[in-house]
Structure formats: C-alpha cells, structure tokens
C-alpha cells in the first residue's frame, strides 16, 4: 500500500528507486503522525497522545499530603512519649533500688551491733535518749575479757529529727561511757566525723526503735523501723517516681544479755 503525504513531491527526473521512495516515504508518514499524537505539527492525522506525554492522574493530592503529615506527627508523639515514660519508669527503678540498698545496709549495720550487744538483767548494756530534737541507741559489745566491762567498746547511732534532711547516722566506736549515748551531733562524733547512712523521710515521724519488754520488765527485743527517702530536699515531696521512699521493719533479740 502506497500513503500519499500531503505537499508530497515526485522523485525528480523519474529515477528514484522503487525502495527507497517506499522507505522515505514511510519515514515520513511516521514522522508526521507522531508530530499529530504530540501536538507539534498540523497534519491531517489524528491520534492518541504517546504515554511519555499523558498526564499522571495518579499522584498525591496536597490533602492527602497534609493528612498523611498530621497521622505522622500523631504516631511520633505517641513514639516520643513511649519513650519518655520508659525513661521515667528506668530512672525510677534505679532510685528506688539505690535506696532500698541504702536502707537495707543501714538496718543491717544496726541489728548487728544490737544483736552482739552484752549485759545482764540490771545492766543490759543498751543505751538510750529517746528526746527530741537527737534520738540516739548505744550497744555495748565485749572485747577480751567478759567477766568485765570495763574494756568494752560502744556503738551509737544518732537521729537528728529536728535536721531538715533528718540524718541517721552511725557514731565512731567509743572506748568508755563518755557521751553514751549522745545527746547531739558532737558528742556523736569522735576521732573521725560520724557516718550518715541515709535521710529519714519527714512524714516518718521521730521513733526509730522500740524497746520490747515483758511482764517482768525483763528484755524480750528491740524493733527497729528506718524508712528514707530519695532526695532529702524539704521543698520535694515524695513520690513514687521522682523522689521515692524506703521502710523496712526489724526485730532483733540480743542473745548476749542474759534474762
């Protein structure tokens, strides 16, 4: 089939080859139909437009853009807050952990030194001031000789109750009665400054010992109660995550005080 092209010009003289007016001539048909199909030539043909040159009526319109920008931010603040508490919750458990550390070696130290303590039933080697604003426990331990005491050594701890961060502290071994028990920080410490083993939360009052007794007056133990909190600052309150709080409760009968 033979396409006659408009403005079409015979080969001259007549001598073309039958091929190659064929083949030109095809060239030239494609050539103008694909300027028809892209709309740079005015030619008779019509045509749909090559898929490089349609329009892509399937991208994202600025709505969907924004929609899907906000469920984003929603999700990453939902993220972010996960995070936060997770954190929170982290901290937490290491302050609380520390500080039952804390209280828990502190309690030890002193049912110890209670538990060692020796005497009889008119002397039972436990000293006491149990008066605001300093509360304090002496234990008297033996030494060498135990048919005497005048060799043993004594063990105090000191409750400032009127301290805003309410110190609990151990005193340095004492060698004689000298203030046993301490009525103040000073007599509390010797040679060596005294030990502050933890801060006693302020809503724990002012009693942390307790002497047991039986019909006879005769000793039948001594309850302990420690309860410290995490911050000592008076302007926080306690709270279960930021400033927690630690008690523990013990009773201790001293087998070296004879009834």
């Known amino acids: 089939m033979t396409v ?48 490089f040159f349609r329009n892509n009526k ?8 924004l929609v899907a920008s906000i469920l984003i931010g929603i999700v990453m603040i939902g993220v972010v807050s996960f995070s936060v508490s997770i954190q ?4 937490s458990a290491n302050r609380s952990t520390l500080l039952s550390m804390r209280t828990m070696t502190a309690m030890n130290r002193l049912t110890r030194d209670a538990y060692l303590a020796v005497g009889d039933e008119t002397d039972r080697g436990i000293f006491i001031r149990d008066i605001n604003p ?28 009127n301290n805003n961060n309410r110190r609990f502290s151990a005193c340095p071994v004492k060698p004689d009665l000298t203030n046993v028990p301490p009525n103040n920080a000073a007599q509390c410490d010797g040679v060596v400054a005294r030990n502050i083993l933890l ?40 709270h279960p995550i930021t400033n927690p709080t630690y008690s523990i409760t013990t009773r201790v009968s001293p087998p070296g005080i004879s009834r």
């Not at 929170?88 to 901290?91: A, D, G």
């Open 88 to 91: 929170q919750l982290q901290n």
């Open 134 to 161: 300093f509360k304090s426990i002496c234990f008297r331990h033996d030494t060498n000789d135990p048919s005497s005491y005048g060799d043993d050594t004594y063990h105090c701890y000191l409750f400032e109750t």
């Open 58 to 65: 399937n991208g994202i319109t600025l709505t969907e853009l």
């Open 4 to 51: 006659k092209l408009k403005n079409e010009t015979p080969c001259p003289h007549g001598h073309c080859h039958p091929e190659q007016s064929e083949g030109s001539r095809l060239i030239r048909f494609f050539a103008l139909r694909a300027q028809n199909d892209t709309g740079l030539g005015n030619t008779s043909f019509t045509g749909s437009r090559p898929w």
């Open 199 to 238: 801060t006693m939360d302020p809503t724990f009052g002012d009693v942390f010992f307790q002497i047991h007794e039986d019909a006879t007056n005769r000793l039948e133990s001594i309850e302990f109660t420690l309860q410290s909190i995490f911050d000592p600052d008076p302007a926080l309150t306690a």
